[in-house]
């Protein structure tokens, strides 16, 4: 409720109170309070960090992308706009900053919807372990009745009681869960006339809270009636009865944690989607920011190249521009990165993006030191190669997930009993990550070394960076080999 008052507030703001008179001093009053709100944000952030891990993390997300549109230096400059009577540009920029905040509101709003889904996995995942042992259980007990002799059945049927009332507490845990009231004893219908059908007075006489029961209560329901009829059976040494019970009994434990399963899956399904549409948001702006870079790049050397040294100054300049513009793509990187660790899945495309980031890292250097050569331009197009492949492995998990929602009760039968937790980028698209990294890693090798023996041939040269760089690559080769290993072990079936 606060965040929605705070940031709805602000957005109402530009329709009301820049309508009056002062608007250049109601305008600063706004930029102080958001500037304040920052500050607000980042302290909430900081304090709720271990005792609520997850709102910190939306916290967190909210200021990054306040940042991100630079939106206290907006208000700022709306401020400027207004003392110089500048109004058709302080309107056009207090309408971006009112879908911006539209924005910032509806990602918080979101994120309310995520922490709620991600409660609801985990809970399911407590009631999927429970459910696992209660038909480990089962088995045990139906593998124990067909081998003992008649005489020495009824020693069993506690073993079978302790497991429905143990399958009981499940049902009231679902029930809770799902708002609904679970049926008592006394409501219960007998299996066999589940079976042959019921009179159409028995029918009539139905209670309601049974009419009202959700699959999994009806499924939990039928399986500890056939656990009460094997009790009975086990009870009369009815070897053959029992077993038949509690084979009925898995039966329909086993298709209620199937659905459990497919309810996990559809919100895994939701959280690959919405997560990947981020992402692609993001790549996008950083594979366009990239590519402008590399052609002004280009276009600065070939001017640099004719321009007399009276003009070397306007090179620089405009070199530390450049260079200005490829930090911002390096602070892209990182949202992106923070969003790929969060979901732990894709440990290729972590990797690649990281020796990306690396990448713009030396790319900022070498224009901030205004070294506009072929270097500099290879290492941009190996940037602009990398992040084009990430968004195309990205494109196809978009467009494969959505065919897996189109497609539920196929995707149903081809994941029965498998994991219902989909990586974020498919196998495939990984190792084809992995091949163009060990590619640059290749190619990089070879370039340094030219570089170091050109250089090593000079007196009184550093040799430091190219130290370094060395490191570095050696690093990303040991992190492109225990990926390997680790997509071999744990994927790889």
């Not at 139906?142 to 009824?154: A, G």
């Not at 009760?409 to 698209?429: C, D, V, Y």
């Amino acid at each position: 409720m606060f965040r929605r008052f705070l940031f709805f507030g602000l957005v109402l703001a530009f329709g009301t109170s820049l309508q009056a008179q002062g608007l250049t001093d109601k305008q600063r009053s706004l930029a102080g309070r958001y500037a304040q709100l920052e500050q607000i944000l980042l302290r909430l952030a900081e304090t709720s960090g271990s005792s609520n891990p997850q709102q910190a993390t939306l916290l967190s997300k909210a200021l990054l992308e306040s940042k991100d549109k630079l939106l206290v230096r907006r208000f700022e400059i709306l401020v400027n706009a207004l003392e110089r009577r500048q109004l058709s540009d302080a309107i056009t920029g207090q309408s971006e900053i009112e879908q911006d905040l539209i924005l910032l509101l509806k990602l918080l709003e979101s994120a309310s919807r995520d922490e709620k889904r991600e409660q609801e996995k985990e809970k399911i995942k407590e009631f999927l372990k429970d459910l696992e042992d209660i038909l480990h259980r089962e088995r045990i007990l139906k593998n124990q009745t067909h081998q003992q002799e008649s005489p020495n059945l009824p020693h069993l049927e506690k073993d079978q009681r302790d497991i429905r009332l143990q399958t009981q507490t499940l049902q009231d845990r679902i029930a809770e869960y799902e708002g609904v009231t679970p049926p008592r004893e006394s409501e219960s219908e007998n299996p066999s006339e589940t079976q042959e059908g019921q009179s159409q007075e028995g029918q009539s006489q139905q209670p309601q809270s049974r009419q009202e029961q959700t699959p999994s209560q009806r499924a939990l329901q039928r399986a500890m009636e056939r656990m009460k009829q094997a009790e009975q059976k086990l009870e009369q040494a009815e070897k053959e009865g029992a077993v038949e019970e509690q084979e009925e009994a898995i039966a329909e434990l086993q298709r209620l944690k199937e659905e459990l399963e497919k309810i996990l899956r559809q919100l895994r399904e939701e959280e690959l989607m919405q997560t990947l549409e981020k992402l692609a948001t993001r790549f996008k702006r950083m594979l366009q920011q990239e590519q402008a870079i590399r052609l002004l790049t280009e276009k600065l050397i070939d001017e640099a190249a004719g321009e007399p040294a009276l003009e070397q100054r306007q090179i620089k300049i405009r070199s530390d521009r450049l260079g200005v513009d490829q930090q911002s793509v390096v602070e892209d990187a990182e949202a992106a990165l923070l969003l790929l660790r969060e979901d732990g899945t894709a440990q290729a495309m972590v990797e690649a993006l990281l020796q990306a980031r690396f990448d713009m890292t030396e790319v900022k250097k070498r224009l901030d030191q205004t070294t506009l050569d072929a270097i500099t331009l290879h290492i941009e197009d190996a940037i602009i190669e990398a992040l084009q492949e990430m968004l195309n492995a990205i494109q196809e998990a978009i467009d494969e997930s959505r065919q897996r929602q189109e497609n539920t009760e196929n995707q149903q039968q081809q994941q029965e009993g498998g994991s219902t937790e989909e990586p974020l980028i498919q196998l495939l698209a990984e190792l084809r990550m992995i091949r163009s990294m060990q590619r640059r890693v290749n190619e990089r090798t070879t370039r340094y070394d030219t570089e170091i023996q050109r250089a090593s041939e000079k007196p009184d040269v550093d040799l430091r960076p190219f130290k370094q760089a060395v490191e570095e690559l050696a690093r990303q080769q040991n992190r492109i080999s225990r990926i390997l290993h680790e997509l071999k072990i744990g994927r790889i079936r």
